[in-house]
């Protein structure tokens, strides 16, 4: 069996010709030129003819001298509210608040098992806030609520509740509840 080099099979002996140089193309040289000149000519033969020109005639400018003088004069404004401003007096009624701001407690669950209660305390004390469980009897049984606060202001209990959130402790609830 005959031994075939497959690597100079691909090879030819025949010399392969250079490229040939692309010729410019003449045609759209002169295309272009004739655009660009035809332009310029268009933009030259315009120049005069804005509408904002007409002023520089003195045509024009008679014509405008003749509407400014039909025109009535600007009217002078009196305004009242300057002189009777200052003499003006408003009275509020202020209505006496009896009843303190309400105190607004956060719950974060609310579990069968005291175990599940203590475990989420534990993941808010690593937040560096203090969490209490309380226990509720309903109707369906021993309920055991974890809460934060009394907090006074809502900012604050807002703001606690965002670092709960930040520690992927979700589900917190702000209540305006009074213990």
Request: proline share 6%; glycine share 6%; net charge positive.
């Amino acid at each position: 069996m005959a031994h075939k080099d497959y690597v100079a099979r691909g090879r030819s002996k025949k010399q392969a010709t250079p490229p040939l140089k692309p010729s410019l193309p003449w045609l759209r040289v002169v295309i272009t030129l004739s655009l660009v000149a035809g332009f310029s000519y268009f933009l030259w033969s315009i120049k005069g003819n804005a509408p904002g020109d007409e002023f520089n005639d003195s045509a024009s400018t008679e014509h405008a001298q003749s509407k400014k003088d039909t025109m009535p004069d600007i009217p002078e404004e009196e305004w009242e509210f300057i002189k009777s401003l200052p003499e003006f007096t408003v009275k509020i009624e202020q209505k006496e608040q009896d009843q303190p701001a309400p105190r607004r407690l956060i719950q974060c669950g609310s579990f069968r098992k005291n175990e599940q209660a203590q475990e989420l305390k534990a993941m808010i004390a690593f937040q560096g806030l203090e969490a209490q469980v309380r226990s509720s009897k309903g109707t369906s049984g021993v309920w055991y609520r974890v809460i934060l606060g009394p907090y006074d202001s809502k900012r604050l209990a807002e703001k606690h509740r965002h670092t709960l959130q930040r520690a992927k402790i979700n589900g917190c609830k702000i209540w305006n509840w009074n213990l």
